[in-house]
């Protein structure tokens, strides 16, 4: 669908509420018919509604890793986004990002195939050390100290671990006693001094803490 019948077909729709979550490069935004995406932000890049995008024999690649740096309301209508590589000519339509987040499934499929065919790649997944790992270090409070025997440590995570989820996932299989201090209705977590969310990326770097709720 072009981005002129996307705004036809959807122009009762605006945002509700529109959130950047910087560290784990999305955009959540809620539409004012209940539907709420997470756009990520390579996905917006990608699809870019900027003229010189659309034009492009290839499809733009090597955007894993970006971010975006400014959100820009463009009146009532739509959303310009600065992206950290430079682009800032893409202006959104609020009936064009509904789209872009109803038909995300298909859309990406899409452009994962386009990428092969043209033997390209989205470019690197994370940073890491010399080395090719990611470390993170941990801090555990309280009775999360006594649990793990220490107040801090750095580790090397496995390539499974991408986010808060899957970090907690890993952490619960450490010890023998780390099933239930580690569930997550037992503890909260924060990213480089932030509260998080499941989704938070888990980057190298990165300085995660571990604080019991309380009781």
């Known amino acids: ?18 959130n950047l979550h910087q560290k784990s490069r999305l955009l959540e935004i809620a539409f004012s ?28 690649h090597g955007k894993q890793m970006v971010n975006i740096s400014m959100l ?4 009532s209508y739509a959303l310009k986004i600065t992206f950290d ?11 064009t ?9 298909s859309n990406w499929q899409g452009y994962l195939e386009n990428l092969e065919k043209h033997g390209l790649s989205r470019g690197d997944a994370r940073v890491t050390d010399n080395e090719g790992k990611v470390v993170i270090k941990l801090l555990y409070f309280i ?3 006594k649990v793990s025997g220490r107040d801090e440590e750095e580790v090397v995570v496995p390539e499974s671990v991408t986010n808060v989820e899957t970090l907690l996932n ?15 209705n ?6 480089n001094k932030q509260f998080s969310e499941p989704y938070t990326l888990i980057e190298h770097g990165d300085e995660v803490a571990f604080v019991p709720r309380p009781k």
């Open 1 to 18: 669908m072009s981005e002129t019948n996307a705004e036809q077909e959807n122009a009762h729709i605006s945002p509700t509420e529109i």
């Open 33 to 60: 018919d209940g539907f709420r995406f997470n756009f990520p932000c390579e996905y917006l890049r990608v699809f870019s509604t900027a003229a010189e995008v659309k034009v492009m024999d290839k499809p733009v």
């Open 72 to 75: 820009d309301p463009q009146g």
């Open 85 to 95: 590589d430079g682009h800032d000519t893409g202006i959104y339509s609020w009936g």
């Open 97 to 105: 990002l509904h789209e872009l987040g109803k038909n995300y499934e």
């Open 143 to 145: 009775d999360l100290a």
């Open 170 to 184: 890993w952490m619960r299989k450490r010890g023998e006693r780390w099933q239930e201090p580690f569930s997550d």
């Open 186 to 191: 037992r503890l909260q977590v924060t990213v």
